[in-house]
C-alpha cells in the first residue's frame, strides 16, 4: 500500500541553524501539506502546495519557513534560523485532490 | 473562523463495552469532516471523510456519522487494539485543502 515517508524520524538542531525536513509524498498525488504538533496539543496546518506554487499559509508560516519540491518525488520544509519555540513533530501529508490527506510517520525536531 | 471540539477529552473503556466520540465543528461550507486514529509518537492515520449532514460510513467496529453540527464516532464492542487518539478535522470556507483539527479524544480500552 502506497504511503507517504519522512526523513530524518528524529532531528536534534541549535537554535539559529537551519533544517530541512524531507517527504516523499504518494506517487500519484498532486497536492502537499506540512502540519506540525507541538507535544500534547493540536495538529496545526502550515502550509499547502500545488502546481508548484503554495496554495495557502497559515500564520505560524513565516518567512523563516520554505517549502520546496526539488525533484519529482520529494518534499520538502526548510527553517532558516530555528527557534526554541519550532520544536514540535513536523507531519507532511498528500492528497489526490480535495479528498483525505494521508500523513507521514512524521519528524521530530528538537531545537536546543 | 473554523473550529473544532472533541469531547470527551479522554474515556476509558472495558473490552466489549460500547461508546461515542462527539466532534462539534463550525466551519462556513463544509467540504469534508474527518477522522483520524493517531498512535503515539505517530502520524494521523485516515479512517473516515463525511461529506453531508447524515451521511454515515463503517469500518470493523467504527462508525462515523455527521450532521450540520456534529460527528460523532460510535466504536461497538471495542478492543485493546482499538486504544489511541482520535482525531477529527474540517476542511471548508475560503480554504480549499486545510484541515483545521480538533484536539482529540485519548481512547483507552482495557481488556
Known amino acids: 500500500e502506497p504511503e507517504v515517508t519522512q526523513t530524518p524520524s528524529h532531528q536534534v538542531t541549535q537554535m539559529g541553524q537551519e533544517v530541512i525536513l524531507r517527504c516523499v509524498p504518494i506517487?500519484?498525488?498532486?497536492?502537499f501539506y506540512w502540519y506540525r504538533q507541538i507535544l500534547g496539543q493540536k495538529v496545526e496546518f502550515l502550509v499547502s502546495?500545488?502546481?508548484?506554487?503554495?496554495?495557502?499559509k497559515s500564520e505560524i508560516f513565516d518567512d523563516q519557513f520554505s517549502v520546496e519540491r526539488p525533484d519529482g518525488s520529494n518534499f520538502t520544509l526548510k527553517i532558516r534560523s530555528t527557534k526554541l519555540e519550532d520544536s514540535a513533530m513536523y507531519f507532511c501529508?498528500?492528497?489526490?485532490?480535495?479528498?483525505?490527506?494521508?500523513f507521514g510517520p512524521g519528524t521530530r525536531l528538537l531545537v536546543l | 473562523e473554523d473550529q473544532v471540539t472533541q469531547s470527551p477529552e479522554a474515556l476509558r473503556l472495558q473490552e466489549g463495552e460500547s461508546s461515542s466520540l462527539n466532534c462539534s465543528y463550525t466551519?462556513?461550507?463544509?467540504?469534508?469532516l474527518f477522522w483520524y486514529r493517531q498512535d503515539p509518537g505517530k502520524g494521523p492515520e485516515f479512517l473516515f471523510t463525511?461529506?453531508?449532514a447524515g451521511e454515515e460510513k463503517e469500518k470493523e467496529r467504527l462508525k462515523a456519522t455527521l450532521t450540520k453540527k456534529e460527528s460523532f464516532l460510535h466504536i461497538t464492542a471495542p478492543k485493546p487494539e482499538d486504544s489511541a487518539t482520535y482525531l477529527c478535522?474540517?476542511?471548508?470556507?475560503?480554504?480549499?485543502?486545510?484541515?483545521?483539527f480538533g484536539q482529540g479524544t485519548i481512547l483507552t480500552v482495557h481488556p
Open positions: 466551519v462556513s461550507g463544509l467540504r469534508g
Open positions: 502546495f500545488y502546481n508548484n506554487e503554495i496554495s495557502e
Open positions: 478535522a474540517n476542511a471548508g470556507g475560503t480554504s480549499y485543502g486545510k484541515l483545521t
Open positions: 501529508a498528500s492528497s489526490e485532490s480535495s479528498g483525505p490527506q494521508y
Open positions: 506517487s500519484n498525488h498532486l497536492y
Open positions: 463525511l461529506y453531508s
